[in-house]
């Protein structure tokens, strides 16, 4: 669909500098992986269309980056255009409190073409500079901690975590814990595809070598031996399925009412299967922003990874469709599905997956009979006739 769906992190040199980039999805269903993207980095490089000016992702994207107290930079993209219109960006810039340096402000403002490459050099010097001013330091000496980015489950490779160092050095062997799962680094493997044998800080790198999926977001921190990252592990995952089965909710005449009455509504159940942990948030959390007033749309599972015979057990015992973004199912699971008659579809791009899922619900709704008077008429006489 021409729009980016999932985070990137790479590494780019410019005059024997190294720069890590986070591309984050602009588009609305996105918000989380933007909040997170600003939270991991130094300087944002907020992205403005010069024709299009400031959208309400944008709005949104400035105050995750005032949120997390970092730098704003800004390319005004796409000056090739006759329709460009920088002005009209940097006086929008400056109602939102992010004054043009040019305009004697302290936003720097650079205007690129992503197509033609121009002020590209010029913004990555510029960037540079901010960092060389803004004094960015960390240790690589302690024990390492990075963020993870994005998190999925590889064929022949079990689950894998890109994560950005934040401070230390994460090396070929270490034991660590990420979020609710530990795990021993098998491979390192950098943003071009290449084993290394460390990371220092900054630096983007996908691990090999995790017990489970953590989400994206955790914190991966370095322990001193197996023993307790396992121990951390366990307690953790034991808290996670403590909470799932807390106390239910006794039945009140309230409540009792409520379900009586959300039983007469119709529902939707869904099976979501994703490729990445980050967009399979942001598809179920876009899903549940779709209004639900005659309808619920139940997602009874979710979860990360190739559509398997189990997820096609699941939706024909739960009368579900299955849902699967940039995912296919394997041999066995197409089979099933076909046998059962369960409904798998599948989208790469979100807004589709969304679109159909609307109309679906729509579908569904009882038809709505009125009745409108086309005339009136008065009997004054009534005659017999034999």
Same mark, same amino acid.
């Given at each position: ?8 992190a ?6 024997g ?7 984050t ?6 918000t ?5 993207g ?9 992205v403005?269309a010069a024709?299009d000016g400031? %959208? ?6 400035i105050s995750?980056a005032?949120? @997390? ?8 993209n796409?000056i ?10 940097k006086?929008? +810039?400056?109602?939102?409190?992010l004054?043009?340096?040019d305009?004697?402000?302290e936003?720097i !403002?650079?205007?690129?073409?992503a197509?033609?490459?121009t002020?590209?050099?010029e913004?990555l010097?510029? %960037? ?7 004094? +960015?330091k960390a240790?690589?000496s302690?024990d ?8 999925q ?7 894998t975590a890109t994560v950005i160092v934040?401070m230390?050095?994460?090396r070929y062997g270490?034991?660590f814990?990420?979020g609710?799962?530990w795990?021993?680094v098998?491979q390192l493997?950098d943003?071009l595809?290449k084993?290394v ?7 983007p ?7 489970g999926l953590p989400?994206?977001?955790d914190?991966l921190?370095?322990m001193e031996s197996?023993k307790? @990252?396992?121990?951390h592990?366990?307690?953790r +995952?034991?808290?996670l399925r ?7 909710q006794? @039945?009140?005449?309230?409540n ?5 009455a959300?039983? @007469?509504?119709p ?5 979501i299967? !994703?490729?990445?942990?980050g967009s399979?948030?942001?598809v179920?959390?876009?899903l549940?922003d ?5 309808i619920? +749309?139940e997602i009874i599972h979710s ?15 739960s009368?579900?469709i299955i849902?699967g973004f940039n995912?296919?199912p394997?041999?066995?699971a197409?089979e099933?599905?076909d046998?059962e008659?369960v ?8 807004y589709s997956?969304l679109?159909?899922?609307e109309?679906?619900?729509?579908? %569904?709704l009882?038809?709505e009979?009125?009745?409108?008077i ?5 009997v ?7």
């Amino acid at each position: 669909g021409g729009i980016t769906q999932h985070t990137g992190a790479y590494t780019v040199n410019r005059k024997g500098q190294k720069s890590t980039f986070l591309d984050t999805p602009g588009h609305a269903a996105f918000t989380a992986m933007r909040a997170r993207g600003a939270n991991v980095t130094d300087i944002v490089i907020l992205v403005v269309a010069a024709d299009d000016g400031l %959208m309400p992702q944008t709005l949104e994207a400035i105050s995750h980056a005032k949120a @997390a107290k970092v730098k704003i930079m800004v390319a005004i993209n796409k000056i090739d255009l006759p329709s460009a219109n920088p002005d009209r960006v940097k006086q929008q +810039l400056q109602e939102q409190g992010l004054s043009p340096e040019d305009w004697g402000g302290e936003t720097i !403002c650079v205007p690129v073409s992503a197509t033609k490459g121009t002020g590209i050099d010029e913004l990555l010097d510029l %960037m540079l500079l901010e960092a060389e001013m803004l004094e +960015l330091k960390a240790s690589g000496s302690v024990d390492a901690r990075a963020t993870v980015i994005e998190a999925q489950v590889e064929q022949g490779r079990g689950p894998t975590a890109t994560v950005i160092v934040r401070m230390g050095t994460l090396r070929y062997g270490d034991v660590f814990i990420c979020g609710n799962h530990w795990g021993k680094v098998k491979q390192l493997i950098d943003d071009l595809g290449k084993p290394v044998k460390e990371a220092g800080p900054s630096t983007p790198v996908k691990i090999l070598g995790l017990s489970g999926l953590p989400n994206s977001g955790d914190e991966l921190v370095v322990m001193e031996s197996e023993k307790s @990252a396992r121990i951390h592990s366990e307690e953790r +995952l034991s808290d996670l399925r403590d909470s799932k089965l807390s106390t239910p909710q006794r @039945a009140t005449l309230e409540n009792l009412f409520a379900s009586i009455a959300s039983e @007469a509504k119709p529902s939707l159940n869904a099976i979501i299967k !994703c490729d990445v942990q980050g967009s399979l948030e942001a598809v179920v959390n876009s899903l549940k922003d779709i209004p639900q007033k005659k309808i619920s +749309l139940e997602i009874i599972h979710s979860a990360v990874g190739p559509i398997t015979e189990s997820d096609v057990l699941l939706a024909s015992a739960s009368n579900a469709i299955i849902i699967g973004f940039n995912v296919r199912p394997d041999n066995k699971a197409k089979e099933r599905a076909d046998r059962e008659g369960v409904d798998i579809r599948h989208y790469s791009v979100i807004y589709s997956a969304l679109d159909d899922i609307e109309q679906a619900l729509k579908g %569904m709704l009882k038809p709505e009979y009125e009745e409108s008077i086309i005339g009136s008429a008065e009997v004054r006489e009534i005659f017999k006739s034999s």
